[in-house]
């Protein structure tokens, strides 16, 4: 509860800059405001998935709720439209998909990187988040080893040929293949298009607060 209390005022903090905050601050353009702001690239945590802008909003009426309810605010936040929360579809490929992706051959070093980065993906399903920062330190014992960022977790994952090979290819170091999570995913559905991948998914962010 203190880290996510602390997390939220750390994002309120960076989002209102030197500004003060006030109830009275708080209308719907704040909120859509707000939403926009976590799901971009500002914040020094970087953006925020749909459905973490969801639980943030959450939590942050749970603390309302409790002021209200101790007398100290009326009521005006419940009036307000927050981020909900939605079903996901999670894109899935298949093999014979798998092999295309494998073969193909990017015609640009942007769309390069991000093959490199989907097939790091399907090689360890490693999130986004952890995969884009490996480097050497967590290759030993012919295994990649990590603290994954979001559960801190301690894994290990097998390093099988094709992964050795991308890894090669880069050094043991990952890190160069960093980029937004908005133009990854932006840029993979650009790359799925041009392999000639058919499979379904759905991209789900908030457009003025709202999906």
């Known amino acids: 509860m203190i880290e996510k ?20 601050d708080l209308n719907q353009k704040f909120i859509n405001d707000f939403a926009k702001y ?9 953006s925020q998935q749909p459905s973490t802008i969801q639980k943030t909003f959450a939590f942050f009426r749970q603390i309302l709720n409790h002021y209200n309810n101790s007398g100290i605010i009326d009521d005006k936040y419940k009036k307000l439209k927050y981020p909900q929360g939605f079903d996901q579809k999670q894109m899935i490929f298949i093999e014979s998909e798998i ?12 769309l390069e990187k991000v093959k490199d980065l989907a097939l790091l993906q399907l090689f ?7 995969a884009i920062k490996l480097n050497e330190s967590n290759v030993f014992n012919n295994a990649l080893n990590i ?12 390093v099988h040929a ?31 298009k041009s392999v000639g991948i058919t499979s379904k998914s759905e991209f789900t962010h908030f457009v003025n607060g709202e999906m």
């Not at 309120?12 to 905050?21: A, D, I, P, Y």
């Open 5 to 24: 209390l602390n997390n939220l005022v750390t994002r309120l903090e960076e989002f209102k800059g030197n500004n003060s905050l006030y109830y009275s």
């Open 38 to 46: 976590l799901q971009s690239e500002k914040s020094k945590y970087g």
């Open 99 to 110: 092999k295309l992706l494998i073969n193909y051959e990017p015609k640009s070093a942007r």
């Open 124 to 130: 360890t399903g490693l999130r986004f988040s952890d």
């Open 147 to 158: 603290q994954t960022q979001k559960t801190n977790q301690i894994i290990s994952i097998p």
């Open 162 to 192: 094709a992964l050795s090979e991308l890894l090669k290819k880069y050094n043991y170091d990952l890190r160069s293949l960093k980029i937004s999570n908005v133009n990854y995913n932006l840029y993979l559905k650009e790359l799925i």
